[in-house]
């Protein structure tokens, strides 16, 4: 077990590289099992839901490998199992997403019922009435979801709520399909649409990517790609820019989508930071005081529920009272307690935290809840006078590679301890 150790007070100076998502390479990577053959995924970041993932593709049969510049080999010409089990389940929700492609190839799949999560209940009904919607056969055993068809046919398909993750397993189902389907109310996140791309590129028909209405013209057979480039991770890109305001310095990022992070640059620029983008860099620079402000979250194109936890650190920097309210998951806000620990003065009240920013806060030991309340910690940390030790970092290493390297080439003091607190 690590935990990090950071000396607050430093000023983020420098250039950093973005990572590749591991949202949409989550979602990538079972879309190879739509198309027996070999793949190669460009820019696969090396995180632990990466190995969990590659783990689950190995027990189903596939070949998975990852070598030292980010280029995923995965080779399912000999997939032969049709289960997720419960071991991959329990560490990353996102393993659901064999569910769609091993009914659409393979007419069968046993995938374990994902349990809640550190910040609430997160149902899977929507993945579960699509893949009936497009024929199978569903039912809930011992904890497992064990789904059967003999052939998936097209269908109408609205989503009560746009779910990221139900709209990629109706994707990667329909694509397989006999006849079309028409996703309405779908996610419109970058991930989803990367996927819907790459999905197009291996011989699908879908119309409206981009849009919340998706139309699939199902096909016999998919082609494996000789490679595909994964996208840059707007979730990690956002943190880096949230921690070169908190420390009012000047960072660059490369590797970056700016347009899949319009409403984060848009409320750093209301805040009173400097932007500069041009292609794909984007540079910011902070040095004077930050102003409040309020940001509910949304679905894409809205401000991301998994950057509202590093949001509300920030906010703890700005002169003034600032709110952050999180529609998508309401009790996601683990965080707070620990930020509490540190000085901050902020509280919950139902779905919204209220931030009194410029509250001294004070190195203390914290403990991680999930992958983004991990992130907001740090971040708190990099300002908190004196030291904080961040307990359970395991959360943050599912989402950000080696990030204490990364931010300790921009001046941070930051390291990676090992040790037996819990
Ligand atoms: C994905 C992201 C996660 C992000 C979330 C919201 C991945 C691997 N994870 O998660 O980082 O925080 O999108 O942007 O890409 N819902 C239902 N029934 C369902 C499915 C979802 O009610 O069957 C609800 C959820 O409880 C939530 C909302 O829909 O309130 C959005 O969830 P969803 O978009 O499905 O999130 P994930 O795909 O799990």
New binding site residues.
Partial sequence: MDKFVIEGGHRLRGTVAVAGS???V??LIPATLLAPGIHRIRHTPNLR?VWTMSRLMATLGAHVELDSSGELFVDTRAIEHFEAPYEHVKR???S??VLGPLLARFGRARVSLPGGCAF??????????GMEKLGAHITIEHGYIDARTDRLRGAPIH??????????NILYAAALADGETVITNA?M?P?VTALARVLVAMGARIDGIGTSTLRIEGVRELQPLPWVENIPDR?EAATFLIAAAMTRGSIRLTCVNPYHLGTVLDKLEEIGCILDIDGSTVELRCNGELRPSNVT?A??PGF???VQAQWAALMLTAGGSSRVTD????T?FGYVPELRRLGADIEVIENTAIINGQARLEGATVMSSD??ASASLVLAGLVADGRTDVLRIYHLDR?YERLEERLRRLGAAIERVPTDEF
Avoid: F, Q
């Fill in positions: 591991k949202n949409a989550l979602a839901d990353m929700r996102a659901i997403y609430g209940p997160r149902p899977v009904d929507l993945h579960l009435k989503l009560d709520v746009p779910s990221v993750g139900a709209t990629v996610a996140e991930e979730i979250t679905p894409y991301p529920t998994d529609t998508i998951y309401p996601r992958l983004r989402g």
